[in-house]
């Protein structure tokens, strides 16, 4: 299961890697959304993926008896869905307003501050 998981997350990784290279914005807005999916899928695996008792200590101990769950990268993954469904509405929202502006998508074609038919800036020293 944890093999599988790794593998999972490698693959992850690399489309959201090779989307977000891509020049449209509407890719590299998806690669956005699969690297916060497999960076999440990251931190719950690192929790262990084993069925194990809640994290509940029982009335009257001072620890648990048994194994239990590790709460925290199940607190760490929700906490990290939010965020990246807020960066990702921003983002949306960026690429929504730019389009609007530029009638683009491709980012090669979105040169307001580099005209193309000017000369190219020096690019040694």
């Known amino acids: 299961m944890e093999t599988a998981v790794a593998i ?3 693959v992850l990784f ?3 890697f090779y989307m977000m290279l891509s020049r449209h914005i509407i890719r590299i807005l ?4 699969i690297l916060s999916n497999a ?3 990251t931190i719950f695996a690192s929790g262990r993926l084993t069925r194990q008792v809640p994290p509940f200590v029982p009335e009257g ?3 648990p008896l048994e194994a239990i ?4 990268p199940q607190a760490l993954v929700l906490t990290a869905i939010v965020i990246a469904f807020s960066f990702f509405a ?3 929202v960026l690429v929504f307003r730019s389009y609007q502006e530029l009638g683009t998508d491709d ?3 979105m040169r307001e501050a580099e005209p193309a038919d000017e000369a190219s800036p020096p690019l040694g020293y």
């Not at 769950?69 to 925290?72: C, D, E, I, T, V």
């Open 14 to 16: 690399t489309v959201s």
């Open 30 to 33: 998806l690669g956005v959304a």
């Open 8 to 10: 999972l997350t490698g």
């Open 39 to 41: 960076v999440n899928l």
């Open 69 to 72: 769950a590790n709460p925290l």
């Open 90 to 92: 921003f983002l949306l």
């Open 107 to 109: 980012t090669d074609e």
């Open 61 to 63: 101990a001072a620890t």
